[in-house]
């Protein structure tokens, strides 16, 4: 009986992980496809609206779910760093100095830019991701004194990317609540005096769950801004060309974490469904005259965003015709549908 249950619980753990990495690089994909396709500077304001919007959406209502809010500013925006990014598999560091100073590192690998992506991408895309964010604190806090140094960015060819949030004798103006230092060196690291989540009310499935949420988080924000800066045509292209190209990418690897082994389009046909379910998205499978036919009952991961136009579903699109590339080359996929009214209804054969 335990083993099977350990079983039982193991196989959606598996596929969430698979899902987590699938739309990992999808962001990531995203904004390499803008550096290569529109240039650094669109790049960078893609990269700011997105970290602008989730910071927007998140921090305030983060500190508290995590129980941070009673803390000195400077320390809970670290804090919150460190433990939001660790649920989400991501390697920060956190160094306590003073109650009106606290260090956050992000040390090699980084996590957001995976493997030689880290290669393509300029240093104002990173400085967006700051920009974005760190600087914001201050105000979604509504203390104006509270800004972020940054003393080295990865991308840069410096071992990691890190810097403090201190609380100034004056308010601060726009221009200096993200300052850069590169001078300076953050403290070493002490993994006995780092914040820790609440074991009884973060326990591992609900982590493997919430790892798998912060990487779908960055799509679910960064389709609507892709499709809002550069238009539903340009914006919808952008968004199927990159999850086409992960697609094939990532076939391979995906296929394993959700028990999938058949390469053609029955097989690509149960992939899919299973993939579909380890998202959270509903999906009747049927045999169809020649091939297979899934009816997906809205889509999730955009649930409750006002501003996802239907050109947003591109990716989602791109990203199972590059699996489909990826599993068979003769195994056709086309989608119809709109999110938005009534089910996605996907056609394989």
């Given at each position: 009986?335990?083993?099977?249950?350990?079983?039982?619980?193991?196989?959606?753990?598996?596929?969430?992980?698979?899902?987590?990495?699938?739309?990992?690089?999808?962001?990531?994909?995203?904004?390499?496809?803008?550096?290569?396709?529109?240039?650094?500077?669109?790049?960078?304001?893609?990269?700011?609206?997105?970290?602008?919007r989730q910071q927007q959406e998140r921090f305030v209502a983060g500190l508290a779910k995590l129980g941070l809010d009673h803390l000195p500013p400077a320390v809970a925006a670290a804090q919150y760093h460190y433990l939001s990014n660790w649920i989400g598999g991501v390697h920060v560091e956190y160094m306590y100095e003073n109650d009106r100073k606290a260090w956050i590192r992000y040390p090699p690998p980084r996590w957001i830019w995976r493997g030689?992506?880290?290669?393509?991408?300029?240093?104002?895309?990173?400085?967006?991701?700051?920009?974005g964010w760190h600087a914001n604190n201050g105000v979604a806090l509504g203390n104006l004194r509270l800004g972020f140094v940054c003393t080295k960015q990865s991308v840069d060819g410096q071992d990691g990317l890190e810097g403090y949030y201190y609380e100034a004798d004056d308010v601060l103006e726009p221009d200096q609540r993200l300052q850069f230092a590169r001078h300076l060196d953050a403290p070493l690291f002490d993994p006995a005096a780092a914040p820790a989540l609440p074991v009884e009310s973060w326990p591992k499935r609900r982590l493997e769950k919430a790892h798998r949420n912060y990487a779908m988080e960055y799509v679910r924000t960064a389709a609507p801004v892709v499709v809002q800066l550069f238009g539903p045509l340009d914006g919808g292209h952008l968004l199927h060309l990159t999850g086409k190209l992960i697609g094939m990418q990532s076939y391979d690897d995906l296929a394993p974490t959700l028990g999938a082994t058949g390469r053609d389009a029955a097989g690509f046909a149960a992939l899919l469904r299973a993939l579909l379910a380890a998202q959270d998205d509903d999906a009747g499978l049927r045999e169809t005259g020649g091939g297979y036919?899934?009816?997906?009952?809205?889509?999730?991961?955009?649930?409750?965003?006002?501003?996802?136009?239907?050109?947003?579903?591109?990716?989602?699109?791109?990203?199972?015709?590059?699996?489909?590339?990826?599993?068979?080359?003769?195994?056709?996929?086309s989608l119809a549908g709109d999110h938005h009214a009534a089910p996605l209804v996907w056609t394989v054969r």
């Open positions: 009986m335990g083993e099977a249950s350990e079983a039982g619980q193991a196989a959606p753990s598996r596929a969430w992980r698979g899902v987590a990495d699938l739309y990992h690089a999808v962001f990531t994909g995203l904004v390499l496809t803008l550096v290569s396709r529109r240039g650094t500077a669109d790049a960078a304001e893609f990269v700011f609206r997105v970290f602008r030689t992506a880290i290669c393509g991408v300029p240093g104002e895309v990173s400085k967006a991701m700051l920009r036919e899934l009816r997906q009952i809205g889509w999730k991961l955009m649930d409750g965003v006002a501003d996802a136009h239907p050109a947003c579903v591109r990716v989602l699109q791109g990203l199972v015709e590059g699996l489909a590339a990826g599993c068979g080359r003769r195994i056709a996929v």
